[in-house]
């Protein structure tokens, strides 16, 4: 018997400290539409720490069809998709996106963290095998670790590491390999069609989340599949759309055999409230815009990122080896990321550290993204805040 009472905010101590120094980077409150600039904290800055790559999430057209959306339909479903139902705009939706894609059909969670926590439960069992690139994200490995079965990581985009372990466990009853397309702390591309050979060569199936990649990499920005060449309904397609397309849910493509397995079988999306008609309705309208903007978008986008790089590297800053426009700087300690993005937030430049737990310790890195809706000016005030940074 317990004798002494604990009381429940002493259970619940955050080691904070890193972010006790005066300047807390996270869960900053925004002032203003995403607009170059934004306002922060009540601070004029240059946002790059959005993954709005093609500048879309306060694009007009997009917000007019939310507000028709909402006089017509409503503002939430109020229910489960299985219980009440989705909009008209659904299945129109729901053919474009897999057309986009490239996979025989997809169903949309509220999220994509959803979608990547919930498939593995739905679709892999105890004695299976699940291999995954080592960055892979939260996300994938919290769905992973659900299902309770054996499950290792390989080497980053190593496929040699992979190959080692598909030839030393084949016989395990069904083996998944996953990986994200473009790496998001990275920034980093998979080899996601040597990925897929292996997997035919092993019998394994392919899963790719590619948040990072839709919008951004491949022709039109159709993402992954179009960017690797796969034309194959055995792969495990998920996305989110609250990154390059600037709404909000996650998605799940694949074959329709098991897009309606899953629409009957995976408890995140079955009890969980459908996604608003209005956000339906904006997937809708990006996918037209995408369609048409992509090149000239994507173009500005790929060259802002060149510029940053290249002045941080001409600095003597490190980077990552990103091909995607993900500029990622090795910043060392949690502490010095900090630093580092406070010194950028102080001269006008919101960014994102990541810090341990999200990456390795000592391993921090600051993301930016300069999204196609920033000005040149504000890219070329960064660069020289770079060149003048000591
Ligand atoms: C690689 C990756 N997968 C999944 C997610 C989750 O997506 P969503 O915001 O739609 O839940 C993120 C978001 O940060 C991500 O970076």
New binding site residues.
């Given amino acids: 018997m317990r004798t002494e009472s604990i009381c429940l905010k002493d259970r619940f101590q955050l080691d904070d400290s890193v972010l006790k120094k005066g300047f807390n980077p996270y869960y900053l409150s925004i002032n203003s539409e995403q607009n170059d600039p934004v306002y922060v904290n009540g601070k004029e800055v240059v946002n790059l720490a959005t993954n709005n790559y093609l500048g879309l999430s306060n694009d007009s057209r997009i917000k007019e069809v939310y507000i028709d959306a909402i006089r017509k339909y409503g503002i939430s479903m109020c229910a489960t998709p299985i219980a009440g139902g989705y909009t008209e705009l659904f299945e129109d939706t729901q053919r474009k996106l897999a057309s986009f894609i490239g996979v025989e059909s997809v169903i949309l969670y509220p ?4 979608a ?1 926590n919930g498939i593995f439960q739905a679709v892999a069992k105890k004695e299976d095998l699940i291999l995954f690139d080592r960055f892979a ?1 939260s ?1 994938l490995i919290q769905g992973i670790r659900s299902v309770g079965c054996r499950s290792l990581p390989f080497s980053h985009n190593d496929v040699v590491s992979l190959e080692y372990l598909l030839e030393k466990y084949y016989l395990s009853p069904k083996i998944f390999v996953v990986t ?1 397309s473009v790496f ?1 702390t990275e920034g980093s591309i998979a080899p996601f069609k040597e990925i897929c050979e292996l997997c035919r060569k092993y019998n394994a199936i392919p899963v790719v ?1 590619d ?2 990649g839709i919008g951004v990499i491949g022709r039109k920005g159709k993402g992954i599949l179009s960017h690797s060449g796969i034309d194959d309904d055995d792969v495990i397609y998920t996305t ?1 759309l ?1 990154k390059a397309f600037a709404n909000n ?2 998605v799940v493509g694949g074959s329709k055999e098991l897009i309606n397995y899953l629409s009957y079988s995976s408890s995140h999306l079955i009890y969980s409230t459908a996604i608003s008609p209005s956000v339906i309705a904006g997937i809708n309208k990006t996918l037209d815009i995408v369609k048409e903007e992509y090149d000239v978008r994507a173009a500005k986008v790929f060259r802002y990122s060149n510029l940053l790089k290249q002045a941080l590297v001409r600095n003597g800053f490190r980077v990552a080896d990103s091909t995607a426009p993900i500029t990622s700087i090795i910043a060392g300690t949690s502490e010095d990321t900090i630093d580092f993005a406070k010194k950028l937030f102080d001269n006008g430049v919101f960014s994102t550290p990541f810090i341990y737990p999200s990456v390795r310790k000592n391993d921090g890195r600051i993301r930016l993204i300069a999204g196609a809706n920033i000005k040149e000016s504000s890219v070329n005030k960064v660069v020289n805040l770079f060149e003048h940074w000591n």
């Fill in positions: 999220s994509c963290y959803q990547n994200h996300s994200e998001s989340d948040s990072h989110s609250g849910c996650g």
